[in-house]
């Protein structure tokens, strides 16, 4: 089976995140990568275990890798998982 996260599925997702969902993404890393100072973070690649995030804060820039709990099956999956991680991450920075 080929490896439905090619260069160009990463990046499109990638771009469409950083562009319509920044706040998203740095909830991603605040909560899941456990950057709380973090004051921005940008999705670099997205591929079936996981997703590498830029962070920075006001100290400094760091790569953060945040895996999924499952293997993602394709962009639809990686649709859905992302949509429920922010849902998660909601949640868990609300009860902060």
Do not use: W
């Not at 599925?9 to 771009?15: E, N």
């Not at 706040?23 to 996981?50: C, H, P, R, W």
């Amino acid at each position: 089976m080929s490896d439905p996260f090619t260069p160009e599925v990463s990046a499109r997702i990638c771009k469409h995140m950083n562009e319509d969902h920044a706040d998203a993404v740095l909830l991603y890393a605040k909560v899941f990568g456990n950057t709380l100072e973090a004051t921005s973070a940008e999705m670099l690649k997205i591929d079936a275990q996981g997703m590498d995030l830029m962070v920075k804060s006001q100290a400094e820039a760091m790569p953060v890798r945040i895996s999924f709990d499952h293997e993602l099956q394709d962009a639809e999956d990686a649709h859905h998982t992302l949509i429920d991680l922010v849902k998660q991450a909601r949640q868990q920075a609300n009860r902060s």
